[in-house]
């Protein structure tokens, strides 16, 4: 039952603060248009579009009927899958199972987002409970603090700890031509930095990115014809948890931690520091990169400073993660998880041009809403 | 394709204002009527797919406010924004892809709750449309005109699609509107855009529905007949409204024809017994059957003048009383395939259709009836 | 201690965001020619031909960018419309009964969704009336710099 799924090609955009040379249905058909020419394929080759973003960013109902020309899907099937900041990852995962299901060969998957149009923060905060959480809740960043400030309660890690997290990504995307910010910043800038909500600084934090990516799946029949390297499905998987943000136990994300097992038991992974060559993690701030990598089981609680200093997670480092420069260098968040999964599969089909790591097995992970995870594992071989 | 089938249905009360429940109590009321109508337990339930939409919501990630009564904590889930025959279908392939037996999918609806001239309003791009000030029931008055120009239909063909219909609803114990009406109730109904009167349109509802899919091993075990599925489609026609002649309907045949394939349906007329089709407003229901290949273009009304798609007739159309008689928005397509379902296994009481063995089930998004999804099952 | 409610509360609020939407380079020059010129231009596709209004930057159908621009009339045929009765504050710019319609411009090849005005007699309009455009004293380069259609002939 069911036919394997690899993924052929990926475009995207140049991610900008402000987009102001293009409309929306336009930035989502520069991705599309890219990605059609990476792949050699043209728009009649396409059997189904799966597109998502979040409405409220750019206040329009119903995108996908909305967006059909610029998503090449005139005359065509397209739904809409949209998750919060996990979008992109559900799209992916959604696109997977299209085509998995043998109903279509060729899916593409469109994530965007252009957050220059409105109030990103204003946004998010309607995504609270209007009874019980909305009139104190003031956002991503805040929450996010929360967790930051539990974490180091529980194991004495610094804003210096997570600031070698932000070094790192924002150094690598130097290497991503694709990349919104691409500027280094050393670890007494991130301390220096404006104070947002304690202990996260603006360098600490993700930007706000006008910005379209489409990655196209295809059938394992027609994938080899399309790529060398297909980067094939071996896993997808998604938890979530809580609806009330009084309910989250900020010690642990657990959502990761049962989204990664299921994962790694779907592609066979017993070991995930040795078996796992390359990682795009879904981290929409620099704490997140100590902490759930641990929850993703890379190390013990409390661990993860020290992968960070010793450089294991560098480019060059044993287990690299963020390539691409990650969430901190980039964030249109419709898009944003969806591009963990492009640039995870850039880099098994071996496109990945100089943030290239040497990558058999790579891992692509979600997250958004109230501590929701997915996890998506690419590799050379099917399963 | 591999056989897939609904094993289990449910559905809230459809009504003009359910001040009572949130939407996690009606998405949790119609997961467990769906549960145990189909003798299934949360646990065997393997995934979920929520339907819900930001703007209809008030919320961003609407999702967030019915995952857990979907029971869906700790499983993998998703979400599609879109009408309820598109989350179901994405719940379909969820299965036959292999990584799930079966698929919990679940919409709800509380239009009540905010202003659908503003909330439709938004659907339009706002560069160039939005200004101008059109929403659903608007840019519907555009498309009756030109249907009915074009084709030489008149507003009292679609009077009879709204009797027939709310006629109907009285055998249905969910649906919101059920009443008697004549031509003259409609024709004097106070107009809205015209040629659309108020007993051309559906209602504001509340409500929820919820099916369950399964995969054959699991359905043959199923405590009811399963409604297996033989066909889908879907397709988009362009966006803007003058981009294409609103009278035609390029979208729903693509879709039909697709789903018919699949089918090994031919006559779509003489080899369906009963239709649930998403009929927002009465001439709707026209353009649908045409689209969807019952008949010749403009040749719809005259099928139902002749009683051919009343309850008893030889293609009985929406005997659930369809969506002008309950409109709970994203929900309406799910109770579409819920409604054939329980048709399909005798257990629609008084709205039965007798001998149903083939059914459609149709939902629709974006406006105008830009997007179609089309299902054929069968017993 | 409360043991079970009376009523059910309800609690009212809004969602107020801000947009500022991009219009791109194509909806720009657009809006520029009918703000500062009372002019309507489209966009032609190389491979299929049509003349899209509003004009749009890429054609949907055959996928390419349009990067030829075409000047219509501002006359053209009432393809459909409709007599609005409800009034909705927030979304009418006319007081009901008003007049929406679909009009296909001379030379274009899509419809322009607005508003027809100065309608003394709703009877006389019709499907296939002949339209023509009329334009603000005001213009701030937005969709509405159109007053309205008004019929002619």
Redesign the interface.
């Given at each position: 039952m069911g036919q394997r799924v690899g993924i052929v090609g990926v475009g995207q955009t140049h991610h900008r603060s402000r987009r102001k040379d293009v409309n929306g249905i336009e930035l989502i058909n520069e991705a599309v248009q890219r990605a059609l020419e990476e792949t050699g394929l043209t728009r009649d080759d396409i059997d189904a579009v799966v597109i998502g973003n979040m409405d409220h960013f750019e206040g329009i109902n119903y995108v996908d009927m909305w967006s059909v020309e610029g998503a090449g899907a005139i005359m065509k099937p397209i739904m809409k899958v949209t998750t919060g900041g996990t979008t992109g990852s559900s799209v992916a995962i959604s696109a997977y199972h299209h085509v998995a299901s043998g109903l279509f060969d060729v899916v593409l998957a469109i994530g965007w987002e252009k957050n220059s149009e409105s109030d990103t923060t204003g946004g998010i905060i309607t995504c609270s409970d209007p009874i019980w959480d909305r009139d104190y809740y003031a956002g991503a960043i805040p929450s996010l603090a929360v967790e930051a400030s539990a974490y180091m309660k529980a194991y004495g890690v610094t804003e210096k700890d997570a600031a070698r997290v932000s070094v790192r990504d924002r150094k690598n995307a130097l290497r991503n031509p694709f990349a919104h910010l691409r500027r280094e910043v050393t670890v007494e800038e991130v301390l220096s930095s404006p104070m947002l909500s304690y202990p996260i600084k603006l360098l600490d934090i993700c930007p706000r990115t006008d910005g379209a990516a489409a990655v196209v799946f295809a059938s394992e029949s027609v994938a080899p014809k399309l790529t060398r390297q297909p980067a094939w499905v071996n896993a997808t998987s998604v938890s979530h948890s809580y609806t009330y943000f009084g309910d989250i136990d900020y010690t642990s994300i657990s959502s990761l931690e049962i989204a990664s097992k299921d994962a790694y038991q779907q592609a066979g992974i017993t070991d995930p520091f040795r078996q796992i060559d390359v990682i795009e993690l879904y981290q929409p701030y620099s704490f997140a990169g100590l902490k759930w990598i641990e929850a993703l089981g890379l190390c013990e609680p409390g661990e993860a400073p020290q992968l960070v200093w010793d450089g294991v997670t560098d480019l060059e480092g044993e287990l690299p993660i963020n390539p691409s420069g990650g969430v901190l260098s980039t964030n249109c968040i419709g898009a944003t998880a969806l591009l963990r999964v492009g640039e995870a599969a850039l880099q098994i089909m071996g496109k990945a041009g100089e943030r290239q790591v040497d990558a058999k097995v790579a891992v692509a992970t979600g997250f958004g809403g109230c501590y929701w995870s997915d996890v998506m594992i690419l590799g050379k071989e099917p399963r | 394709m591999e056989r897939v089938a609904i094993i289990g249905v449910g559905q809230t009360k459809y009504e003009r204002q359910k001040t009572e429940d949130s939407f996690a109590d009606l998405v949790y009321e119609a997961t467990t009527k769906a549960m145990a109508d189909a003798e299934i337990t949360i646990e065997e339930i393997d995934n979920v797919v929520t339907i819900s939409n930001d703007f209809w919501d008030g919320r961003t990630i609407s999702s967030m406010a019915v995952m857990d009564a979907a029971g869906a904590a700790n499983k993998n889930a998703s979400t599609v924004e879109g009408d309820g025959t598109f989350g179901a279908l994405y719940g379909l392939m969820r299965i036959l892809s292999g990584s799930y037996r079966t698929t919990l999918v679940v919409a709800h609806s509380k239009s009540s709750m905010g202003s659908l001239p503003i909330i439709t309003n938004s659907m339009f791009d706002p560069i160039y449309y939005r200004s101008v000030g059109l929403d659903g029931i608007s840019s519907a008055g555009l498309q009756a005109r030109r249907y009915m120009d074009k084709y030489l239909v008149t507003e009292e063909d679609c009077a009879l699609v709204s009797i027939k219909n709310h006629h109907n609803a009285k055998a249905n114990p969910y649906a919101q509107l059920a009443t008697e009406l004549t031509v003259e109730d409609v024709m004097s109904s106070r107009a809205l855009a015209e040629p659309i009167k108020l007993w051309d349109a559906s209602p504001i509802s509340d409500g929820a529905a919820a099916i369950i899919l399964a995969c054959e091993n699991r359905a043959k075990k199923s405590a009811k007949k399963p409604a297996w599925v033989k066909g889908v489609g879907y397709c988009a026609d362009a966006y803007y409204l003058g981009d294409r002649d609103l009278a035609e309907m390029d979208a729903l045949s693509t879709a039909a024809k697709k789903a018919y394939s699949m089918a090994g349906i031919t006559e779509p007329f003489k080899e369906i017994d009963v239709v649930e089709l998403y009929d927002a407003f009465s001439y709707q229901e026209l353009m649908w059957m045409e689209g969807l290949g019952f008949c010749d273009r403009g040749k719809a009304a005259k099928l139902v003048q002749e009683g051919v798609t009343q309850r008893q007739g030889s293609l009985a159309v929406n005997p659930s009383g369809g969506v002008l008689s309950a409109h709970p928005v994203l929900t309406a397509g799910l109770a579409r395939l819920a409604e054939t379902a329980l048709q399909l296994r005798g257990e629609a009481e008084e709205r039965q259709v007798e001998g149903a063995k083939t059914a459609l089930a149709h939902g629709m998004n974006g406006s105008c009836g830009q997007g179609h999804c089309v299902w054929v099952l069968s017993q | 201690m409360v043991q079970q409610a009376e009523s059910?509360k309800?609690?009212s609020?809004r969602?107020k965001?801000?947009?500022?939407?991009?219009?791109?380079?194509?909806?720009s020059k657009f809006f520029t020619e009918l703000r500062d010129h009372k002019k309507i231009w489209g966009t032609k596709c190389p491979e299929c031909k049509k003349v899209?209004?509003?004009p749009?930057?890429?054609c949907?159908?055959c996928?390419v960018d349009m990067g030829e621009w075409v000047e219509l009339r501002p006359t053209g045929r009432l393809?459909?419309?409709?007599?609005?009765?409800?009034h909705?504050p927030?979304?009418?710019?006319m007081e009901p009964?008003f007049v929406?319609?679909?009009?296909?411009l001379d030379g274009a090849d899509?419809?322009?969704?607005?508003?027809i005005g100065e309608v003394k007699d709703l009877e006389s309009v019709k499907?296939g009336s002949r339209v023509e455009a009329v334009f603000r004293e005001q213009r701030e380069g937005?969709?509405?710099d159109i007053k309205y259609f008004r019929l002619i002939g």
């Open positions: - | - | 059910y309800v609690l609020g969602i965001l801000p947009y500022q939407w991009t219009v791109g380079a194509t909806g899209f209004v509003p749009r930057k890429t949907g159908t996928f393809e459909t419309f409709t007599v609005v009765h409800y909705e927030a979304l009418h710019g009964p929406y319609g679909i009009i296909k899509t419809g322009i969704a607005h508003y499907s937005s969709i509405l």
